[in-house]
């Protein structure tokens, strides 16, 4: 729920994975502002306080010399700032998905008053029921479970190559949705945990290192790793108690791999078992340039985030 409360950290960790977002750049210093204004494509520029809320903090700066004059501000009175890329084809609009669990259960979309291109209602701006594209949905559903969340409002600029997740919500109002669509979207809420009374939460990592000696590990397939071109089934894993719980290939997560998919070089193999065959599966094979063996990541390091990359 943190993460999403901090704008810069949900898009950090969705430019990770196969999400659209704002090409989106951090800046610490005076220095950073017209080389971060490069790299997103040059001025106009959407200006952001990390901590704005109902779009007060939210600027559109037309020019390079508005938008340092701006963050030099920003920056002196120890605000910390986002440049963003302006979705112009957007501007003045932006649409809020509601997902729970794994469905978009309402959208709508909201609409700036004029002169405003900030959607926001606080501003002015109006809402309306809409049907979302499978695209937006996947988008929306996406977000949400990247930052763990089962209950979001996924707020989306719909922009030329699709869908720009700009914010997700971790306590989203159902005023708005459930004016704008007619929509119970409570009810849904109240179902949606009805239906989770079956899967009560349970901590994984403690489960899974209960038993002494095992644990979660993910290993990298170096290119010249043995696995390369071995199925799971033929790459030896199982007999040396080993078993691939997901298969990471570029930004595709395969939950529960079949034994018949061929491993490739750079995929990532999230992996259950012993912790001292797992260790000799990456240190066994031609020394240290082997397959790495990461200790279970629950979280991102941090770093400035490298936009979208669907542009890249
Ligand atoms: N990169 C952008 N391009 C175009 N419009 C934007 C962009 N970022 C924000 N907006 C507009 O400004 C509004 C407020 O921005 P948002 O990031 O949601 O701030 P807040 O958290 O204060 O609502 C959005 O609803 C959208 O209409
Ligand atoms: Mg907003």
Redesign the pocket.
Same mark, same amino acid.
């Given at each position: 729920i943190a993460n999403s409360r901090d !704008?810069l950290r949900a898009l950090q960790i969705l430019s990770r994975h196969d999400i659209g977002i704002?090409h989106?750049v951090f800046v610490r210093q005076k220095d950073d502002v017209i080389p971060a204004i490069e790299r997103i494509g040059g001025a106009p520029?959407?200006v !952001?306080?990390l901590e704005?809320?109902?779009?007060?903090?939210?600027i559109?700066a037309e020019t390079v010399k508005v938008a340092e004059s701006i963050i030099e501000t920003l920056q002196s009175a120890n605000q910390n700032v986002l440049i963003?890329? $302006?979705?112009?084809e957007? =501007?003045? !609009?932006?649409l809020r998905a509601f997902v729970v669990g794994d469905r978009v259960v309402g959208a709508m979309r909201?609409v =700036?008053k004029s002169g405003e $291109?900030?959607? &926001?209602v606080?501003?002015g701006?109006s809402a309306e029921a809409v049907d979302l594209d499978d695209e937006q949905r996947r988008t929306a559903v996406s977000a949400a479970q990247i930052l763990g969340l089962r209950v979001a409002g996924v707020?989306m600029?719909e922009g030329k190559d699709g869908p720009?997740v700009?914010?997700v &919500?971790s306590s989203p109002g159902l005023e708005g949705i459930e004016g704008a669509t007619q929509l119970d979207i409570a009810g849904e809420i109240v179902d949606y945990m009805a239906g989770q009374v079956d899967f009560p939460e349970i901590d994984i990592r403690q489960r899974m290192t209960e038993s002494a000696g095992y644990g979660v590990v993910e290993v990298g397939i170096l290119e010249e790793s043995d696995l390369v071109g071995r199925t799971i089934e033929a790459s030896g894993l199982r007999d040396r108690d080993i078993v691939v719980i997901t298969l990471t290939r570029g930004t595709t997560v395969i939950s529960n791999p079949k034994g018949t998919r061929t491993l490739e070089p750079l995929d990532r193999l999230l992996c259950y078992g012993k912790l001292d065959q797992m260790r000799s599966l990456v240190s066994n094979r031609r020394g240290r340039r082997q397959p790495s063996l990461q200790p279970l990541i629950t979280d991102v390091p941090s770093q400035a985030i490298d936009g979208n990359q669907k542009e890249a």
């Open positions: !704008k704002p989106t520029v959407i !952001k306080l704005g809320t109902q779009g007060v903090g939210v559109l963003q890329r $302006f979705v112009s957007s =501007a003045g !609009k932006d909201r =700036a $291109f900030r959607s &926001n606080h501003r701006g707020d600029l720009q700009m914010e &919500n």
